[in-house]
């Protein structure tokens, strides 16, 4: 039931803080960020903890992220500081005392938050509410961004409606490097495919990587398309230079200057995957290649998202029902006159 508003901070004084963990993929970052404004709008400070990768995707949105340690120990030391350096100011206090919340359903991050003697709220879930100092059920059947949203809701005392899109913000510095790629690799705003073949983990123990990427990729080089490849790092180079000939990679690149080169592409083709999510979150249109996932969960989110699947999960799409879907989606000549197109109004 919804409640009154917290007490704001007064104007320039310190706000309280909240620390908050992150998930561990690209794509949980990205739809658990609606819920992160909506926390500091009413008035905290989020000190947030994550994988390393998070710290750029993050930057355009103002906030910085504590890296997450590789072992327990020194886990529970990170948060026990970050507890300790969180010195009682006034502003806003979440019901129940909460000062932490556990994006991440597992066991151990909410032993660690409990262990650093943090008063976290999270979802119930692998049996560690008692962990908790509010645990909150998990709602199934529900797309994973209005999962955190609903947590968030839950912390603040609220029941408000879910954004329907992310606008995900970018540092100045993003488009930057991405104007920078682009001039070295001649490539020019909406002249040029994205692809996105890799997927990170599986879909109830299947792979989400369609495994007709390869071939799809050279049929769309042989219709004249300039195709451009942002692989991670270690075996997906390998892969991308091995298996996608022809197409321009670009490796090395940092999450928040991929999501600006994702916004400058006629088109994003993904797996269900962490760019899929990105590309949507920051308005770019994408086709997501689904197979084993479930879309009602893990569809991106947003206006610009657009799904091509087989007849029934898990099955895959047909290369045919991928190709066509993709020329339907693309803009007009321009994306189709390769590095030397004409760009986009």
């Not at 893990?298 to 290369?319: D, K, M």
Request: one cysteine or more.
């Amino acid at each position: 039931m919804p409640t009154s508003p917290l007490p704001a901070a007064a104007a320039g004084s310190p706000r309280p803080r909240l620390v908050i963990r992150l998930r561990n993929f690209i794509g949980d970052v990205v739809l658990g960020v609606p819920a992160l404004r909506r926390l500091e709008a009413e008035g905290f400070e989020l000190v947030l903890v994550g994988k390393r990768w998070a710290a750029e995707l993050l930057a355009g949105e103002g906030w910085t992220v504590e890296p997450l340690p590789a072992g327990r120990l020194d886990r529970w030391r990170q948060l026990w500081r970050l507890r300790r350096g969180g010195a009682r100011v006034p502003g806003p206090r979440l019901p129940g005392g909460v000062n932490a919340l556990s994006l991440p359903f597992s066991f151990s991050s909410a032993l660690e938050m409990r262990l650093a003697g943090l008063r976290p709220i999270g979802y119930d879930h692998e049996g560690r509410g008692f962990l908790l100092t509010r645990a909150v059920p998990r709602q199934r059947g529900r797309h994973e961004l209005e999962v955190y949203w609903a947590l968030a809701q839950a912390a603040l005392g609220r029941d408000e409606p879910v954004p329907a899109r992310i606008d995900l913000r970018l540092a100045p510095r993003h488009p930057e490097r991405a104007r920078a790629l682009m001039q070295a690799h001649g490539l020019r705003p909406g002249a040029f495919i994205a692809l996105a073949p890799f997927a990170g983990g599986t879909f109830q123990k299947l792979s989400k990587e369609w495994p007709g990427f390869a071939a799809f990729a050279q049929a769309l080089r042989a219709r004249g398309h300039t195709l451009v490849l942002c692989p991670g790092p270690g075996a997906e180079t390998e892969t991308a230079r091995r298996d996608y000939p022809g197409c321009v990679l670009l490796d090395g690149v940092d999450l928040g200057t991929y999501a600006a080169l994702l916004a400058q592409a006629a088109l994003l083709v993904a797996n269900d995957t962490g760019p899929g999510h990105l590309a949507a979150a920051v308005g770019a249109p994408v086709l997501t290649v689904i197979g084993p996932t479930d879309p009602a969960q893990w569809r991106p989110w947003g206006p610009s998202a657009h799904l091509v699947q087989g007849a029934r999960r898990p099955q895959w799409p047909e290369a045919d029902a991928v190709l066509a879907a993709t020329e339907r989606l693309l803009p007009g000549p321009a994306a189709v006159a390769g590095a030397g197109g004409k760009p986009l109004a």
